[in-house]
């Protein structure tokens, strides 16, 4: 059983300092400095990121997403034709994302988050994984003025991801993760999302999560498992229902166990996330669990996103101990 | 006071002067005292004041200068918060999110005080501004209500318990901000709705919701059940594509019209913003319509504010003066 996040983390320190992203970011809309002065900050805040998640004790790791604005134009400004509108709500957030919209052929002309992941691995004395927005949320989350229909649209830009998959996976990532958010909302969309799915990860042999939280997979539970990828990502709490829906077939796959609340400043006692982490490997074993965070720690201050972390390791921890009594 | 047809009016913030920032730092480090610092925003209170007298507004607002944020504002006025840390909304915008502890409810009045004063310094109507119980519950975290409906239902009785004490000390015209009120529409639109008719039961007072950001469409035309007179929209954020939504179902209550972008530097022209009045009043009749900005201008400087309000003025007068010429309208139809 190893621990895992999602993926964001928060990019500045507790009140009263505005930390230094902050600092560089307004310095950078004033025009006091340069691109090449922001891309430092944010690898110095990128290094912060990964050492609270090192020191913690989560196994796999991601670079915390500092260099992210929001999930979908981190992509959609790297990829050719979009143009960026006005602020969106985030899903039910108080997040707000500026929308994309796909005004040209879209196209993936050069790698997006490569060199993130290859910072991180180089900075990292944990393993890293890679994680993109997936199609089906980037085709949700922004406006097709372009293409004929949702189909084309969305195949469009799983074949442009499929590009950054495989580039990653050149640049020696192991661990790919797709987040796809939006299918909780868009069941009824299944088969459109699959098409997508299959085709963002054909001819990808590393190991990859799909990451599907704020919401549960009632819709598409069992079809889900036959989508070619080696891990669920699930959320069981805004996604509650998760509990029920994965007892209606045998779970076939790996499991990111998405427990520990990303959304409220609470934090989980240990004994509450080791009674859950026993429930679940009731229906997937121990060696098939990732334990993680229910989503992005970027809805926490950052003080609170480092305690979840440390309550994550310690129950997990707490959690193998417990399983391996028992089997003894 | 009677209000000319059209009133303009506007949202509830406006930018702090500089000598005001200086100083809400300089109190954060404990280098000035909260007297000081009262003194201050009172003194920007009646800048913002007189300068709204000057453009010729004719509904006022206070321009929120005491307040750093909507909800953090309360929650640090009320029993049951603790304040966390700051959380990114978007950009490098961020935010202090509250965290409920504890049972939440008023100490003492949270806005009379400052409505007072506002008041005491303007003939013209000044309105009263609160934050509604679904915002505030929504952009906090909640460590201490089993759900958000105990959470939303027990801040209405608070915020319902400050409407009453506002009335009292003279507020005739009360505003409720729920910018968050469409964040979950299909789960907790009723949960809003009776959250709102808690706040505003029995008041005589003119009541305002402020909605902005998000999918108004979704919550239309069930958003005309909230217990209020009057809903203000952002119209121009998306260029008025919002009245094809009114088009489907007659606007049955007044609305205030968002008519110049509260995020955009530019500021529009006097015959831009009439050319949205004029494309509302194919859809809503003047008598129902109140002028404002999209949202509360505290993010622009205070020239482009300024500029802001001045072509909201002048497109209200221009409108005013065609609906009296091409005889639309009578003087004597005045709102009273």
Redesign the interface.
Known sequence: MITTVVGNY???P???APGK??TA??RL?KGQIDQAAMREVEDEVTLEAIADQVEAGIDLITDGQIRW??AQTYFARQLTGFAIN??Q?YF???????EPVAEREVAWTAPMAVRDYEFAHAHSARPVKAVITGPFTLAALSRNQHYANRRTYMQALADALNHELRALQHAGAQVLQIDEPAICRHAQEYDLFADAIQRLLSGISAKTILCMYFGDIGGIYPRVLDLPCDVLGLDFVAGYRNWEILGRAPFSKDLMFGILDAR???VESVDEVVAAIGKVTAMVPAERLMVSPSAGL???????AKRKLQRLVEATRTADGTLQEVRV | MTLPILPTTAVGSYPKPGYLLEARRKYLRKQISKEELTALERRATEEWIRIQEEIGLDLLVDGEQYRGDMVAYFADEMNGFAIAGLVRSYGNRFYPKPVVVGPVGRKSPLTVEWFTYAQSLTSRPVKGMLTGPYTIAEWSFNEYYPTRRALVLELAGAIHDEVVDLERAGARYIQIDEPAIHTRPEEDFELAVEAMEIVTAGTSAYTVSHICYGDVPKIYPAMLRLAVNQLDLALKNEEFGLLDTFRTHAFTKDIGLGVVDAHSHRVETAEEVAGGIRRTLEVIPAQQIYVSPDCGLKTRTIDETVGKLRAIVAAARLIRSELTETGTLGIAEART
């Open positions: 928060p990019k500045i507790d009140l009263p992203w902050r970011a307004e809309q604005d929001d006005g602020l709500r039910d957030t108080n997040i707000y994302y500026r409220n400043t609470r970027e809805f926490l201050p950052r003080s609170v």
